[in-house]
């Protein structure tokens, strides 16, 4: 078992910045690829970013490319979100994920409760 915990989530003008964190405990962090999904209200749950366990791979969905970067610190079993030049479509309940491979993290992964982002125009 993984248990993740989101962090740094609130209320922010369009154009600023927040850094969302997910902490996690339980079985070897470094072990798992890690991920952002985000859920607007009454849309479903979409794949905003990833990272490899070793930082070496890092994917962004196009809607986030550019404004948006991933980090993760292992000896601190922390993986970052850093969101910049947000929009108000940036709304969303942001949750953390971790899974075995970068490229099925959308694949039943372990999940954090999530945390809300809300972006005012």
């Known amino acids: 078992q993984v248990q993740l915990v989101e962090s740094g989530g609130g209320l922010v003008q369009a154009g600023g910045s927040l850094r969302l964190s997910c902490a996690a405990s339980g079985r070897t962090f470094n072990n798992y690829a890690m991920g952002w999904f985000r859920q607007a209200p009454g849309k479903e749950r979409l794949f905003v970013a990833a990272?490899?366990?070793?930082?070496?791979?890092?994917e962004f969905a196009d809607a986030v490319k550019g404004r948006f970067t991933i980090s993760r610190d292992n000896a601190k079993n922390t993986m970052y979100l850093q969101m910049n030049s947000l929009k108000p479509e940036d709304t969303a309940v942001y949750y953390c994920?971790?899974?075995?491979?970068?490229?099925?993290?959308?694949?039943?992964?372990?999940w954090g409760q999530g945390t809300q982002v809300t972006v005012s125009s």
């Open positions: 994920a971790a899974g075995p491979h970068i490229s099925t993290l959308n694949i039943n992964p372990y």
């Open positions: 990272i490899s366990w070793d930082s070496g791979r890092t």
